[in-house]
Structure formats: C-alpha cells, structure tokens
C-alpha cells in the first residue's frame, strides 16, 4: 500500500500543462504563463486523493497551536500542499496511511477520493462537487496527536474547471455552466463532459480532475487537450 | 495491498448489463439474453487486472503436468477465470500478490494491468491491443511451484468492443472499426473513444474497458450507455 501511496501523493500537484492549440502542445510540470497568443493556457491538473482541514481538526491531529506548514504551492494562487499527512481509516479498519492534507484550511473538513482509494477503504463515495458534503459518508482522521471522527465528507470531488471572468468570457460560459474536456491519447482518447465552469475574478485556467479519470486518459500521453462547452459546435449530446 | 486486490478482483467477471435503449436500464450480475426487442443487449464488462498463459509458463508456475482450472465462466463462451492466481513482480521488486489468471491458455503469455496497477508496479505500460506485445515491458510472475520470467508481455489493454456479424451490421461497423462508448452517470458522464470492433461469427455483444475506466465514470452508477459510431450522427470529432 506504501509503494501506490507513494506514487499516487507524488502526482498531488504534478500539472500538465497543455496549449489550447492542439499544433503547440507543451507538456512538462511547470505552469506555463498564464496567456500566450492571447489565449490563456489549458493545465489539467490531478488531484490525487487529499483532505482539507478545520482549524480545530488541525489541532485535534497534529496538537495544540499546530498550523498547517506549506510545502508545495498549488497552481492556483494562495493555496498549498502540505507538509502534514493524516490516516484515512474507514469501516472495518481498512485505511490509508498517508492522505495528504491540503491548504488553507476551511469551515469543513473533507476528504477527496478517488473511486479506486474509496473502494480500497470499502466506502461507498458519492460524486459531489466541494463543499457539498451533506449526508456523505464520514471517517476517521488520525493523526501524530490525536483522532478526528468526521460524521460526514468522504466524497469523490466532481470535475470541474477554475477559470477567471476574462477566461470565461473568451470560451463564452459562465460560473456553474458546465463544460467537456476532450483528451486525446493513443488508443485511449476520453471525452468528460460534466466539468462544472467554477469563474470568479482572479483564477487561473485549470481543470482539476482525479487519478481515475487521468490514467482512463492517459494523460501523462496525451497529445491535445480541447476544453469545448457542452453543447458547442456539436448537434449531437456528445 | 491485500484488500485493494480483494475489492478489484472481485470485479474481474462482474458484467454490467445494460439495455441499448435509454428508458430499459437493466443492471445486474447477469447476463441479460443477447438480443431483446430485436436489438442486442449491450453488456460492458470491467477487466480487472490478469494474466493469459501458455500451456508451458502454467505447468512452470504451477507444476508439471498442472492445467488451468475453471473457477467462473465469462462472458464470452469458452473463456473463464481460473482458480489460479500469480504474484506479479515488477522492477525493485513491487508486486501485485494475487493477479487472476484467465483461461483457456494463449500462444503467448500477457499481463493485462490498469494504469494504476501498472504505476503501483513501477511498469510503464502502453496501451496495447491483446497479443500486441512486441516491445513491451517484461515481468515475473511467481506460481505455487516456480517463476517466469516474461521479456514482454505487460501492457494497458486498449479498450474494446466484441460482437458478431450480425451485430456489426446492425451498429454499421465492421472488424477494425473504432466506436465510441458514452456512459452518462451523475457528474462524470464519459464518452471513450478508439473503442476498437473485433467483430467474428460467434462472440456476444460486451465491450471491455478496465478498472481505471470502469471507476472513471462510475460505471455502477450509470444511468445510460450508448454504443455509437466514432463519427455517427455528430459533425464534430467528438
């Protein structure tokens, strides 16, 4: 189990950043400029599994006065993975031992699964988009320094797409519209529609999606990368 | 590692069956009769990770003399799951314990991994058709009574859809075509493309996709699947 964590947690922030056009694909774990040729640039992001924290869980896990410790900045401004890690235990012991936990913290904890770790914990995650965590199952986070029992917040988080007002407007959506990120890969190009347009003034153009979705893709071999709406230039649903 | 095998592996015949029609959604364990109201039934089957054998590497992992004993029968007439299982080993040692092993025997030993297996590994797997392994990655599988050691052999299965003749006809595909398959479910509707036709005389309608797939879209939760023609009835590429 160490040895997939492992491997998993290293894609936390892995960011693959691709050109909106498909002539000029750039892939590499740096974010390119956030504009070129007028155009913002497309990252495609997997969040592997991760949890955020409540101030208070942070002090129930790691002990009193514990703050999250930044290690590594995410793509979008602001926010960071950190150092701490917590273990996910689910219903009849099974767990994993090291969730990253994400930062800053928020009013609810949550943890964020892939379809592959829930089944692994034997929970049944529902698909929901953050911070909707009503009547979701709940778990046990433990800590160097104490336990956390959250009621409710295991979900697998929804797709979606950051964006800010500007980006929004050149693809003509709007906050809540949804989207569909086609992939193209070798024998394995994937359409995802679904991809819920999160626009406000300052993100950066981002699509975050889980480590299911990015190895039934292959993103890693992907050769073109087309954020498209839903229904544009397609008289079909597809 | 144990349970994340248990809970995959018990996927490795599980068999979505899913009526062509929208509004006749039928999913459970079973194979529904091939052809209802004068169209196939469209079943889509989630290969968990296993293993094909040559009569050889089974009497080596198993001993002399051992064949491959049928535990359940798939989908497809004449092909099973054993009771057999190998340990697969990868680079530095990772391994995948309890890999299932599929019968009847092959002219040529192959791994069949997800790419999550795969990272888990350490191997690189490309996306291959079955029995398309010149130039992949090698392994060691480790039997009951003795080790092989494969040059090649461990690839991605690339997706793909059986049916017979009349099938195909009826879809207006032929042996070699791509297709697509959308399965829409609750937030993370996914539509595959490269979904290659082998069609012949005999096999029933199953589409194969594998677990990293199957758990992208929710395939449990599905509302709808749909068979299509990679370019049919849309004027876009998607």
Redesign the interface.
């Known amino acids: ?1 160490v ?2 964590d492992r ?2 947690i290293e894609n936390i922030v892995r960011q693959i950043v691709l050109a909106r056009s498909s002539s000029a694909l750039a892939v590499d774990g740096l974010p390119k400029p956030a504009v070129a040729d007028g155009k913002p640039n497309l990252v495609v992001s997997i969040s592997a599994r991760h949890c955020h924290l409540t101030v208070e869980h942070v002090e129930v896990l790691f002990g009193p006065g514990a703050k999250l410790i930044p290690e590594k900045p995410l793509y979008q401004d602001g926010f960071y993975a950190a150092e701490q890690t917590v273990m996910v235990v689910g219903p009849r012991r ?1 767990m994993l031992p090291t969730v990253r936990v994400l930062g800053p913290t928020r009013s609810a904890s949550q943890v964020e699964l ?3 770790d829930a ?2 914990l ?1 929970i049944d995650a529902p ?3 953050s911070g909707n965590i009503k009547g979701t199952p709940g778990c046990v986070l433990v800590g160097p320094k104490g336990v956390v029992e959250l009621s409710e917040g295991v979900i ?1 988080a ?2 979606h797409v950051h964006m800010n007002d500007r980006d929004a407007e050149r693809y003509g959506v709007k906050n809540g519209d949804l989207m ?1 990120l ?1 992939i193209e ?10 991809l819920l347009v999160r626009a406000d003034a300052t993100s950066k153009l981002e699509v975050h999606i889980d ?3 990015g ?4 993103l890693d ?1 992907a050769t073109k990368v087309e954020l ?1 709406k839903q229904d544009g ?4 649903k ?1």
């Open positions: 189990m040895q997939l491997a998993i099974r892939a379809f592959t089944i692994s034997g698909v929901r988009h697998r929804a797709r569909r086609r890969a070798p024998h394995c190009t994937v359409v995802m529609e679904d480590t299911d979705e190895n039934a893709c292959n071999g498209l230039g397609c008289k079909c597809h």
